[in-house]
């Protein structure tokens, strides 16, 4: 099966083109910039690049793979926009795969771990992982503080490794292969994806106004 | 052999897919026009929340384009050039719909034009009235934009001549909606609380008309503010606040400023057509002054119905029908939106 990959969940731009044979997911070419505000310019041009080097047409492609957050917002929609409208008019699935897992599904520490990635204002996106990977709490957004693992992956974790009091490990973006493999028994399974939802964690920043301010004196 | 051109809008709280066909005599026809509102997530807040706006394009684009494409009874494969709005506009908002063009453009393997809003709010008449004469003159009124345009080619040759210094003039009917107690969007609710009121109780302030003004612009600021002054002070004494007549004298000075100015440039530079558009063109005084003093001077008035003038993804559709005629150079896959896009640039 052949995959289309992406992800604009972080400040990294992510896009790849792997197979899926039985358990094994082969990537056959990625694109990845690191550059929190090019997720737009880039990532329609990224996963062109992979399909080309990986000399595949965009047509023969079997499903996509799509991180859905949580991420800053605007950066997160621009490859969900892409991931919507290429499944639409390719007439293919899109399968939503958080971010973390995604992160997660490529950090092999042995142990117990967190993923941690930067959430902007101060605040890290985070969610717990058993030693086997799969997820068991979160995903959170909150201040970096111990969360109760000595161990955690993603650029949340190496930029605020000393609050968190973790010990660092790779990888730091969701990259092709752990996009792929996290979503990997959906796809297997053949089933429908479940909807294409981002994982925002917060609210808009939006005020209802006050009562309205008087121009004359009172 | 006619081409299918595919528009998306997603600058302001609107969601728009439309689809138009350019046929080989240059005629470009509706097919499809469907819209995806967030303006009741907006109305507590008084006006457009930026993240409520964004969130709710990426939820509603691709059902949205389901609808055009079902509406038309087209598949996407028919599709022959992608038009987006890539600005002006809000940019988290602009970059949902310019991130999806692009994406449609790839998997359909056909070009992407990324066009300029204001040109489309113009380009948007040819689907009713046919093409537009060269030169002629529009007038862009909405909650976002209040502009005199000079336009000699549609695709390829817009020229700013005026436009609001301050407030656009859709912004000054929300916040004088809201000094009357009156729902958002302001637009339809004064209009209908003018309908019942004499314009000619209150004696509001034109803007930008003293000598030395410049005589195109705009301003709206000075009148809300004017506007809010009064109701306050008849409050001050006790009295009930005439809503209606407040609404009639402040939209008779609103239709007044923009009449004026706008004939006054069609007739300065001997230009035989108006094009009113935006939301704010629905109005109806605006459009009944309008059609009086055009008829006085001479001038052709046109006016699309009131869902071709507001935000919608048929007047990108319809733009980018007339940049692919005029044969402009397709956008790269790489364009980025841009929130201040100039009005003179109609296509990246
Ligand atoms: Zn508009």
Redesign the pocket.
Same mark, same amino acid.
């Not at chain 2, 909405?142 to 934009?145: I, K, R, T, V």
């Given at each position: 099966m052949l995959v289309l990959a992406l992800d604009t969940s972080t400040p990294a731009v992510t896009a790849g083109v792997a197979t899926l044979a039985g358990a094994d997911v082969t990537v056959l070419a990625e694109r990845v910039t690191v550059n929190p505000r090019a997720h737009g310019e880039l990532i329609t041009p990224h996963l062109l690049a992979a399909a080309r080097e990986a000399e595949v047409a965009l047509r023969e492609v079997d499903a996509i793979v799509c991180g859905v957050g949580p991420g800053p917002f605007t950066g997160l929609r621009a490859g969900m926009a892409t991931a919507a409208a290429l499944g639409h008019g390719l007439g293919i699935n899109v399968y939503p795969v958080c971010g973390l897992d995604a992160i997660a599904a490529q950090a092999t520490p042995g142990e117990p771990f967190l993923v941690v990635t930067d959430a902007r204002r101060r605040e890290v996106y985070w969610a717990a992982y058993d030693e086997h990977g799969a997820r068991v709490d979160g995903p959170h957004v909150q201040a970096p503080e111990p969360l109760g693992r000595p161990v955690a992956a993603g650029d949340g974790a190496r930029q605020y490794a000393e609050r968190l009091g973790v010990r660092v490990v790779e990888p730091y973006y969701p990259a092709t292969a752990g996009l792929v493999t996290a979503a990997r028994e959906a796809l297997l399974a053949g089933e429908a994806p479940a909807p294409l939802t981002p994982l925002y964690l917060r609210r808009p920043d939006a005020v209802e106004p006050s009562a309205r301010k008087r121009v004359t004196a009172p | 052999m006619s081409r299918v051109v595919l528009g998306i809008e997603s +600058?302001?709280d609107e969601t728009g897919i439309g689809l138009v066909r350019l046929h080989d005599d240059g005629r470009v026809e509706l097919l499809a026009d469907e819209v995806a509102s967030s303006v009741e997530q907006h109305a507590r807040f008084g006006g457009v929340v930026p993240e409520v706006a964004s969130r709710a394009h990426l939820e509603a684009l691709v059902p949205t384009a389901d609808r055009a494409f079902e509406s038309a009874g087209l598949k996407l494969s028919d599709v022959d050039a992608i038009a987006v709005t890539a600005g002006p %506009?809000l940019a988290g908002a602009l970059l949902v719909g310019v991130s999806a063009a692009k994406a449609y453009a790839a998997a359909l393997e056909v070009p992407l034009y990324g066009v300029n !809003? /204001?040109a489309? !709010?113009i380009a948007v008449d040819t689907l009713q009235h046919g093409p537009l004469p060269s030169p002629c003159l529009a007038l /862009?009124v +909405? &909650? &976002? !934009?209040t502009q005199l345009l000079r336009v000699d080619d549609i695709a390829t040759a817009i020229t700013e001549i005026g436009s609001t210094v301050d407030d656009a003039a859709g912004e000054a009917y929300d916040k004088v909606a809201r000094v009357l107690g009156l729902p958002y969007p302001g637009g339809p609710p004064i209009d209908r609380a003018a309908a019942q009121g004499d314009p000619k109780v209150i004696a509001f302030p034109r803007g930008m008309t003293g000598p030395r003004d410049a005589k195109f612009d705009f301003s709206f600021s000075g009148l809300k503010t004017a506007v809010a002054r009064w109701v306050e002070n008849a409050e001050r004494r006790g009295e009930e606040v005439p809503v209606n007549d407040v609404a009639a004298s402040f939209q008779e000075a609103v239709a007044d400023v923009l009449t004026a100015k706008a004939v006054r440039a069609a007739t300065e530079s001997g230009i035989g057509t108006l094009v009113i558009s %935006? &939301?704010v063109a629905a109005n109806s005084r605006l459009s009944a002054l309008a059609r009086e003093r055009c008829e006085a001077a001479g001038i052709e008035l046109r006016v699309p119905r009131p869902r071709l003038c507001?935000?919608n993804g048929a007047m990108i559709a319809a733009l980018g029908a007339h940049v692919v005629a005029a044969g402009v150079a397709e956008s790269g896959l790489d364009i980025s939106a841009n929130p201040a896009l100039p009005v003179d640039v109609v296509s990246l």
């Open positions: - | +600058s302001c %506009g !809003h /204001l489309g !709010h /862009l +909405s &909650g &976002g !934009h %935006g &939301g507001t935000d």
